[in-house]
């Protein structure tokens, strides 16, 4: 297992778990932590940004080139009505204290609205106003706590970074002196009784002294800043027994060399400190291997509207827009790129990319920013940068967005983490007092091979090797997660409810009739040209099937949630939705979904639906109620129950004509007893998918991304989700297992290290194989459970 690390002075930290009132700290910026927590606390933090900007001359005029603006925009991703966003690469960030400071920044500056961590990217992403602010004075306080940028615009044209190699040269000065050590000890192992041996013994036993001084000071110097740090600023790290093992074997072995007691135990310590870092080497490299980096975001499910030179229009998906391209954007849709406005009038809601929800404004010429929500009417946009699918994904699990609920796994990994130390070094005490009762010479090797041997490491990373690398099955099985927390959330689900138009029935397939007075070519064209700002699968449906190919600048366009559409051009206008909302009395509605139309307040009449459900909705319906109680919602008529009963397992609830308000009201009623997952198409379910426990957005081809969900589903695979739930049920088992093989190692080793029967070094061989066990064991039974998906596709 290998050793539980996090550095302050910039060297790796995988594995370290420090907990002090509620937050973990060390590694980089423990300086700062220290200072905030102390009971000068909150003075010294706020005085922590104030050195930014007393900084050292030539620390200021280093970074004065982010005083230019043409610099400072091609830096920034967002820059709008006084509102900066910008992502910087952290190469010091090494832990979870890391991001914890570094998401705190809104506490050192006010005009930091939001910071946010890709821990293996190593970058932040800074939200801030620059009313009294800038990207240099941000930079400068991140210099001053530790976290100094690495800012090149070689960087963002994609360049190659350097390659942190320390623990490379540390592993190479460890494993030269551990093998020259072992070659001048050799004559001391076989007790050779040779005159020039015995001559220069004490040569060979300061030259063993010599070469372990750059092992103990340099190679694992790591550890003793690690211990350092957390003691000095009163937390009891994981490095702590480490460190101690390490300076005992050292001070022990200088002393017997020193008044001529023995050759000490050199071998043993530069064995130690080589194989911890041998140790850590591999686990590097079997991290990298099994690396699960949300690679799903390059099947990210986002289409938008591309407009060709003809004037067709076609659908295509986002990694595909090129420079130059003409899109469609509509109503409620995403800006997926940077681009210029066209045609249209803008009503921008940023709040997905800075999280302020007061929208702004833009006419022809001016720029758009991916990531905006058009609120009201069609623009015509064109392309100015290509899409970055990353970028989407980062602003969905915007920390605005994010539902405060912490896993089990993490609070029990915390909880051991926060003990685990304590309860070693008692272990390793009381062993040491035994063994110097009993026999003097065992004390030593007992408490060193105690403290090495026992990690809680492999218990920390059960957790998020087996969510991580479900999240990349899931995603290349076209079912995309936020994060793994959804995972945990997901194997809980006992109540699952559906939304209809548009989640279980398809859009592709509609038989749709008129029945009413027929519309003139004026009507036709308005009522089109109004359906085509619309992203309801209805409208979307429709705007197909017209045939008039006349597209007018409207006026005005409202989208009433729930209710309907209008569009005005000039002196007329026509009103696209429910009957009560164009008017039409409700007694002569007709008992199926349909769209009613109604032209300069005088109703001309309805578009019929005749609903053709996905295909496997019936065996999806029957898989799920085996296990859960399941639910429908729609804001349709009651038109279609019977023939939903007929698919539908028994003591379903089934409720229609519901308002985006009653749907989020049905689902926190549900959640008092019950674990409820959300089915919905996006829409007028935004509501009820961020109340429940998950909410699962069902995909068809369409460019509508909210915020509120936790999933979304591309509407191709809907028959499978009885499955994704089943798999992240068997994912809770493997962490569960993997739990109990970390328990079963811990006690096996400690029984042999407390007996005498297991020396330091051969613990510090065993060690890495613990991390590395549990990485592979989980990484492979989530790779068996991917492939039954696959079995159960084919």
Known sequence: ???????????????????????????????TVYEIFTTNG???????EERAGTAPNEIQRKYDFLENQDIVEKLVTFNDEGVQVVNLSIPSIHCSSCIWVLENLNRLNTSITSSQVNFPKKTIRVTYTINDFSLKRLVLMLSSIGYEPYISLDEYNKKERKVDRSLTYKLGVAGFAFGNVMLFSFPEYFEVEEFWLDRYKPVFRWLMFAFSLPVVFYAGSGYFVSAYK?????????????????????LRSTVDIVFDLGSGFFDSLTGLVFFLLLGKFFQQKTYSFLSFERDYKSYFPIAVTKLKKNGDEENIQIYKIKIGDRLLIRSNELIPVD???????????????????QAVFRQSGEKLFAGGKQLSGALEVEVLKSVSQSYLTQLWGNSVFAKDKVTAFQTLTDSIGKRFTIGILTIAFIATAYWLLHMPSMALNVFT??????????????????????????????????????IERLAKINTTIFDKTGTITTTEKDTILYEGVALTEAETALLKTTLRASNHPLSRSLYEILKSNAIMTLDEFQE???????????????????????????????????VYVSSDESYKGCFVFKNKYRQGVGKLFNSLGEHMQL???????????????????????????????NKLEYIKGLQKDRNVLMVGDGLNDAGALAQSDVGISVSENINVFSPACDAILDASVLSKLPLFIKMSRKSIQVIKLSFLLSLCYNVVGLYFAVTGQLQPVVAAILMPLSSISIVVFTTLFTNVLGRRIKINES
């Open 339 to 357: 681009c210029i406005l066209i045609k249209g009038m803008a009503e921008i809601d940023y709040s997905f990319v800075t999280g302020e929800s």
């Open 449 to 486: 091979a105690v403290l090495i041997i026992a990690c809680p490491c492999a218990i920390a990373l059960a957790a998020p090797f087996t969510l991580g690398n479900m999240l990349r099955i899931f995603g290349k099985n076209k079912f995309y997660l936020k994060n793994t927390n959804v």
């Open 230 to 250: 957390g003691l000095r600023s009163k937390l009891l790290n994981i490095d702590v027994p480490i460190a101690l093992g390490i300076l005992m074997l050292f």
């Open 631 to 661: 639910g429908i919602l729609s804001g349709d008529n009651d038109g279609e129950k019977q023939q939903l009963k007929k698919i539908l397992p028994e003591n379903t609830d089934l409720l229609f004509n519901q308002k985006p308000e």
């Open 560 to 594: 009433y949630t729930g209710k309907g559409i209008e569009g005005r051009s000039k002196e007329h206008s026509i009103k696209v939705g429910s009957a009560s909302y164009v008017g039409r009395n409700s007694s002569d509605t007709i008992a199926s979904t349909a």
């Open 1 to 31: 297992m290998i050793v539980s690390k996090c550095y302050h002075c910039g060297d790796d930290c995988n594995r370290t778990k420090v907990l002090f009132d509620e937050k973990e700290f060390c590694c980089n910026g423990c300086k």
């Open 42 to 48: 909150l003075s010294n933090f706020y005085d922590i």
